[in-house]
């Protein structure tokens, strides 16, 4: 996967019952040159996902036994994979719960698949696979103790461990650390982190700091890494130091 977006080695796994849709997701992207699989529900996601390695997954929130919701809250303790869901339901509780799961996007059918394949392009190239040429901000920096590595979207924190995080974690992390001492709105941060072209809810926001703060304040209750500003925002109160090789 490069930084462009999806290509020949972009894996993508399609999860939904629907056989129409798988075959017609399949065919999509195949002729745009991604690599597609597909599976009927979250035992069978399961099973691939241990033999396969995979660069995205296409998951729809209905799904037969356990549902997409569902699926998705346990691939988060174990995995930072993109993940966008479908679903047929157009309900907007049903979204933000989905985002505060950990989705990176939530597309509604009947969809169009150049919208599907333009929201792909769009979370793959925040995932780039090597430093940016172009970018003047430096790849590495620690910050009261955490070692961020940019480049190859990695939190490490003093123990030498990397902590997981999703598409969109890493993005608002990055955000505050390179405007570190700023306070930041909401709408700022919606901007900032490229938040996909959904609806801006606050409560997504919010929810997506209070999983950030579990992952890197001491005590998540009391954070002092990234403090509340009322009626403003937020402001990371960290001061990052560049690591140069």
Not at 227 to 242: D, I, L, M, W
Request: net charge neutral.
């Amino acid at each position: 996967m490069g930084s462009n977006g999806p290509n020949q080695a972009t894996h993508i796994l399609v999860v939904d019952d629907d056989a129409r849709i798988q075959q017609m997701l399949f065919r999509y992207l195949e002729g745009e040159g991604c690599r597609v699989t597909c599976a009927d529900d979250g035992k069978d996601m399961h099973a691939k996902l241990s033999r396969q390695r995979f660069d995205m997954i296409l998951l729809d929130l209905v799904l037969p036994g356990q549902d997409g919701l569902d699926i998705l809250r346990e691939l988060r303790s174990t995995s930072d994979i993109p993940v966008i869901m479908l679903t047929g339901r157009d309900d907007v509780v049903d979204r933000v719960v989905g985002l505060e799961f950990g989705a990176d996007d939530y597309i509604a059918k009947p969809f169009h698949l150049r919208e599907v394949y333009a929201r792909i392009k769009t979370i793959l190239r925040r995932r780039p696979s090597g430093p940016s040429a172009s970018s003047s901000a430096p790849e590495v920096v620690t910050f009261d103790g955490w070692r961020l590595d940019k480049a190859r979207r990695q939190l490490v924190n003093g123990e030498g461990i990397e902590i997981e995080l999703t598409t969109g974690e890493f993005d608002m992390l990055d955000v505050f650390v390179a405007h570190a001492g700023r306070v930041l709105s909401r709408d700022l941060l919606m901007d900032l982190t490229r938040n996909r072209t959904l609806e801006a809810f606050d409560r997504t926001i919010d929810s997506q700091i209070v999983r950030l703060r579990k992952k890197i304040e001491a005590n998540p209750s009391k954070p002092q890494l990234i403090k509340s500003v009322r009626g403003v925002g937020y402001v990371f109160t960290a001061k990052p130091e560049p690591v140069f090789a």
